[in-house]
């Protein structure tokens, strides 16, 4: 009888098109807070709650309180990818992970080396003038005090899908594409409950699911193989 995790390697193995679809919980071994985990954001008390400040309406209505909250709470850098990051580019490299989905906007998947990414929720290392259309690195976001501003006088807007946006719709249709193909789909750290994102795996069509979560997640219940592990448990044995 095989074990969970003898299971798990075994599927990857087999496996000619997975797809990993994850979240905050990936990143928080390389030390970065997710939103609804036991130190997450959302456990803080704010003003406001965080959806409220970081929707597209609250950044109309008050950019720099928006900023303060985004550089403190929201603007990961100086971090390295962990061994879920690493592991899933070497799976990638070896033919047996097709693509990663992910709701960070960290940038660390590429930094492990992963190069088909689907970042739905955008990238904070992106950053665009919202007059001229400039790009701007993430450290004049950092470093700039209060809005940060570009030369002509614009708002430097970061490439992240704030609530109350659309998600970007290349990025979507790929993300869909790659796990509508995918014959194993592993989710990991993801509470699975912000959408449109999480009704992404109602487009897999395959016969395996793997949920890898801290918490109980509202899929526990589809799913072949379950982990109630961290990341890094699991993915340091792959
Ligand atoms: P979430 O709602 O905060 O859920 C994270 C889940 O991961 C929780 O259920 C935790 O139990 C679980 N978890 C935390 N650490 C681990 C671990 N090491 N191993 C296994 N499970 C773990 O985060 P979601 O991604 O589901 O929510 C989507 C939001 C969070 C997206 O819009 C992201 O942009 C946003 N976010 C991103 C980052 C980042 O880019 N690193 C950080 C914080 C929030």
């Known amino acids: 009888m095989k074990t969970n995790l003898e299971l798990l390697k075994s599927w990857i193995r087999e496996s000619k098109s997975a797809v990993f679809f994850g979240g905050a919980g990936v990143s928080t071994e390389s030390g970065i807070p997710d939103f609804r985990g036991v130190d997450g954001l959302y456990r803080q008390k704010f003003e406001y709650s965080p959806e409220t400040i970081i929707s597209h309406s609250f950044f109309k209505k008050d950019p720099a309180y928006f900023f303060r909250f985004y550089r403190e709470k929201m603007l990961p850098l100086g971090f390295e990818p962990n061994i879920t990051h690493r592991v899933l580019a070497r799976l990638e490299e070896e033919f047996h992970l097709a693509a990663v989905v992910t709701q960070n906007i960290d940038g660390l998947h590429q930094k492990a080396g992963s190069r088909r990414v689907y970042e739905l929720h955008g990238s904070v290392l992106r950053n665009y003038c919202m007059k001229c259309g ?3 690195p993430a450290e004049t976001v950092r470093d700039a005090e209060g809005i940060p501003l570009c030369h002509c006088g614009g708002i430097i807007k970061p490439d992240v899908v704030l609530y109350e946006e659309a998600l970007d719709e290349k990025t979507l249709m790929g993300a869909v594409a790659a796990i509508s193909k995918a014959d194993l789909l592993i989710v990991g750290g993801t509470s699975l409950t912000v959408y449109p994102a999480a009704g992404l795996l109602n487009y897999y069509r395959g016969k395996r699911l793997v949920l890898i979560n801290r918490d109980e ?4 219940g589809q799913a072949d193989l379950v ?8 993915f340091s044995q792959l």
């Open 217 to 220: 997640t509202p899929y526990d």
């Open 227 to 234: 982990f109630h592990e961290s990341l890094g448990t699991i």
């Open 134 to 136: 400039k790009f701007h």
